[in-house]
């Protein structure tokens, strides 16, 4: 009996320790695989994406990365000062994804890839967790932040998804900030364009050139999730291609029982594969944790057919996880304890952080 007792005891002691010792993984060091329901759950947490790839340090400059390091880390320090001082998640989520639309270094908003037609559609979904309501636009031109757009579908109308010139006339109704063509134009983007025509989009192009989806996960004050994901597509896109941003459960989701998760990488494997519903779907049911539940949906699943790219997700106890099977993904996370910015993965195997 007596080494019975003892034995369970180093069992617990070992299990427990699980949940709160740092291991190293990635750049940076990662606790527990996400807390369980008995953890205490954190004050607030935020994690986000700049999108993911097949990049490494010797594909950008010091120059571009110091740069990709100051957007994402004046992004998430806006996430962090709305979180401490009590605002919504839902609030947090739009802000954070409307600055990064504004900012050309990534494939959302301003500076978004082109067509086959040469023009820049952009696609965005926001979901909020507490409700488990959710609003997605696609193929929306004309307007500054299709995450906003996203968001009045979710609170100021009856229905889910709008595409196109519907997305576009409602955007106009809500009065959403219009632009010109000329402010989502930049060199960057139209010369990956010019590349891809000279070559008549041969896939290899269209996968180089597919980051830059910008993504937001929260969990606020009041223990409530919410997720939001922004992008402008892939480079050279044909016939009204849609990926996973704008597609609920593939691209975004949030439900204050599991997590809020938002995905980056080759839409087409995320949408077959569902990632994100996935995700939420082994930790209701399959009652797995949030690290174990990504790992799962990226490498297992979305990954064995072929995909690529990664997530970011918080669960109900605001433990953080960051998963990509790329060789990059551009992401920021922080808690009250801790901060952090990285872009590039440590081994071929790609990248799992959790915190």
Not at 39 to 49: G, K, L, P
Not at 191 to 208: F, I, N, P
Request: proline share 1%; glycine share 14%; charged share 20%.
């Amino acid at each position: 009996m007596k080494t019975s007792y003892f034995s369970r005891l180093l069992l617990f002691a070992v299990v427990f320790s699980v949940g709160f010792l740092s291991i190293g993984c990635g750049e940076q060091s990662s606790s527990s695989e996400g807390a369980d329901s008995s953890a205490e759950r954190r004050a607030w947490a935020i994690a986000i994406h700049g999108g993911a790839g097949h990049f490494g340090e010797e594909d950008l400059s010091d120059a571009e990365q110091k740069a990709y390091q100051a957007s994402l880390s004046n992004a998430l320090q806006r996430g962090e000062e709305m979180l401490s001082s009590g605002a919504g998640g839902v609030d947090v989520v739009e802000a954070v994804i409307r600055l990064l639309e504004d900012d050309s270094l990534f494939n959302a908003g301003r500076g978004a890839v082109f067509t086959a037609e040469g023009v820049q559609e952009l696609d965005a979904s926001i979901a909020d967790g507490a409700s488990r309501n959710c609003g997605a636009v696609t193929g929306v031109r004309g307007f500054k932040h299709p995450i906003s757009v996203a968001r009045s579908v979710m609170d100021s109308s009856e229905h889910v998804f709008f595409s196109g010139h519907g997305a576009g006339e409602f955007a106009s109704s809500m009065g959403h900030e219009p632009a010109s063509n000329e402010w989502f134009w930049t060199k960057k983007a139209f010369d990956r364009y010019e590349r891809a025509k000279s070559k008549s989009q041969k896939e290899e192009d269209a996968l180089a050139n597919k980051r830059g989806t910008v993504g937001c996960v929260v969990l606020d004050k009041s223990g409530h999730l919410a997720a939001g994901t922004s992008t402008g597509g892939m480079t050279y896109k044909r016939h009204g291609r849609i990926g996973d941003s704008p597609v609920i459960g593939a691209g975004t989701w949030a439900d204050d029982r599991t997590c809020a998760i938002s995905a980056t990488g080759w839409g087409e494997y995320f949408i077959r594969t569902g990632v994100a519903q996935d995700v939420h779907a082994r930790m209701l049911y399959g009652k797995q944790l949030l690290g174990r539940a990504c790992r799962g949906a990226i490498f297992d699943e979305m990954g064995s057919l072929g995909g690529d790219g990664g997530v970011v997700g918080v669960d109900a106890q605001g433990s953080i996880a960051l998963v990509c099977n790329s060789a990059g993904m551009f992401r920021a996370w922080a808690t009250p304890e801790e901060r952090g910015v990285a872009m590039f993965g440590a081994t071929l195997e790609g990248t799992v952080e959790v915190h």
